[in-house]
Nanobody, 118 residues
């Protein structure tokens, strides 16, 4: 299983970035997909999630600024980040999760650095 995240970088406050996470080795359309982030000295937090059925949820700190979407044909999940703030600076990682008849499948990709300059 591989989850390959990309799209991070350096952006000024108020700018936008789109992260992508391409999955392989799983039945992508059956997995819930999540984006997490971890800033230096802080705990990892869930930023946004999208279920296999397309339902979405967001952390309060990003609601209205970030959107999450998925393209099952491309086995890819996206995180569109707008109106970025310095406090969005973190390493962003994607996660694929499925609970199937009591068995948990939980996979992580490597992170991509997002740095927002104020």
């Amino acid at each position: 299983v591989q989850l390959q995240a990309s799209g991070g970088g350096l952006v000024q406050a108020g700018g936008s970035l789109r992260l992508s996470c391409a999955a392989s080795g799983i039945m992508f359309n059956r997995y819930n997909m999540n984006w997490y982030r971890q800033a230096p000295g802080k705990q990892r937090e869930l930023v946004a999630g999208i279920t296999s059925g397309g339902n979405t949820n967001f952390a309060g700190s990003v609601k209205g600024r970030f959107t999450i979407s998925r393209d099952n044909a491309k086995n890819t999940v996206y995180l569109q980040m707008n109106s970025l703030k310095a406090e969005d600076t973190a390493v962003y990682s994607c996660n694929a999760y499925r609970l199937y008849f009591g068995n948990k499948n939980d996979y992580w990709g490597q992170g991509t650095q997002v740095t927002v300059s104020s």
